[in-house]
């Protein structure tokens, strides 16, 4: 894209004059959903972010629920098995590194559809991911077990990210166990 030129030219007037390299994964990529409103860009570019973005998003959600599940398991593991300070520590140590990932696979979901959110009206036909790709809020992000506060037993909502199938459409796997 030649409107990219322009836009690098003037970040390299705008950046410090120092003598430090730049690292080759610090460089912006400038993706259609990164560039400024106005910009130039081939429609086939934003089509092919989008399915990029799409299945990232995808990506990320299974990674969130596999954190969650893991965390779950970390905690029913600790109350199980763990006795005295130095064992809860570590224990505890390693559900914050569980945490962390949980955090960064939710930001990674959130950034994705944010491109998507822009990326959506440049790309006409593909409207169908806003029925399962929704906005996450914090209170979307628990475990499978757990529901909203005050909720009992019988009346426990599951989380929509539970709900999502993902980029495969849906969940019909027949023929692919044994013996089907």
């Given amino acids: 894209m030649p409107e990219i030129s322009a836009i690098r030219a003037r970040a ?3 950046a410090p004059t120092t003598s430090a390299e730049i690292a080759p994964f610090d ?4 993706l259609p959903s990164s560039l400024p409103v106005g910009t130039a860009c081939l ?3 934003r089509h092919h972010e989008f399915k990029l973005r799409e299945a990232q998003a995808y990506e990320s959600l299974d ?6 599940r893991l965390r779950t398991h ?3 593991y600790k109350d199980k098995n763990i ?3 130095r064992a809860n520590t570590r224990c505890q140590n390693i559900i914050s590194g569980v945490q962390e990932k949980i955090n960064a696979s939710a ?4 950034t994705a559809r944010a491109a998507l959110v822009k990326l959506s009206p440049h790309c006409v036909g593909n409207e169908g991911w806003r029925d399962t790709l929704l906005a996450l809020d914090q209170g979307d992000i628990r475990p499978l077990s757990d529901g909203e506060a005050g909720e009992s037993e019988g009346t426990r909502t599951l989380s929509w990210i539970w709900k999502v199938v993902g980029v495969g459409g849906d969940s019909d796997d027949s ?3 044994e013996g089907k």
């Fill in 27 to 30: 460089l912006p990529l400038h």
């Fill in 83 to 85: 006795v005295g300070q």
């Fill in 63 to 68: 990674e969130l629920r596999d954190h969650l």
């Fill in 175 to 177: 023929g692919l166990q």
């Fill in 12 to 14: 390299d007037r705008a």
């Fill in 43 to 45: 429609p086939i570019l």
């Fill in 74 to 76: 970390m905690y029913q």
């Fill in 107 to 110: 930001t990674k979901y959130r």
